[in-house]
Structure formats: C-alpha cells, structure tokens
C-alpha cells in the first residue's frame, strides 16, 4: 500500500520561499507520476506541479512556472516542491498524489501540509 507523508509547510512572508517534501513508501515509483496539487479555503483542489519518477520530467501549472520547482531524490523516495517568489494567493493546504504512468487519476493521496503566505 503506498504511503504518501508531506511535510515542510509553514508560516512564510510574500516574496519568501518554502521547501515541501512527500516521503514515499510502499512500492517501488519508477513507474509513477507524482504531483502536487493544493486546496484553498471554499475552492477546489488544483493541479500544482507533476514529475516522472522515471526520468524526472517536471510539468507545472501556469500559475507557479518559473516560481516552484518540483523534483525527486530516488535514494530516498522522496518528492519535493520548492516554493519561491511566494504570493498570498499560494496560501493552501499542498497535498502529495502518485498514479502511476499508465493511469490519469491520482489514486494515492498524503495528508497535507498547509502553506500559509502572508502579505
């Protein structure tokens, strides 16, 4: 059963950076997608940020390109998203996802960590 613990969230200032982790566990990723997604206060989840585990091809959404970075540590089966250029309008709770490459829905969800941007 795959497992999916984030941590890192926090208190930080517009303009500030933070750095997410998703600690995997389970099975083997390497053939997996991972994502990011977040959840505002009376909004739905989107879409953050995905990587391949394979090759470690990175996609994101318009809203964080060129201000987040995601990548993976194959030693430690560890996903990770850094945050920089923070607005308030980033101010969510960050969710880790995994599907794997041959699926479109995320079927592994982690517990969240909330980000909070202050302006």
């Known amino acids: 059963q795959v497992q999916l613990v984030e941590s890192g969230g926090g208190l930080v200032q517009a303009g500030g950076s933070l750095r997410l982790s998703c600690a995997a566990s389970g099975r083997t990723f390497s053939s997996y997608v991972m994502g990011w997604f977040r959840q505002a206060p009376g909004k739905e989840r989107e879409f953050v940020a995905s990587i391949r585990w394979s090759n470690g091809n990175p996609y994101y959404a318009d809203s964080v390109k060129g201000r987040f970075t995601i990548s993976r540590d194959n030693a430690k089966n560890t996903v990770y998203l850094q945050m920089n250029s923070l607005k308030p309008e980033d101010t969510a709770v960050y969710y880790c996802?995994?599907?794997?490459?041959?699926?479109?829905?995320?079927?592994?969800w982690g517990q969240g960590t909330q980000v909070t941007v202050s302006s």
């Open positions: 996802a995994g599907r794997l490459t041959s699926l479109v829905n995320f079927r592994s």
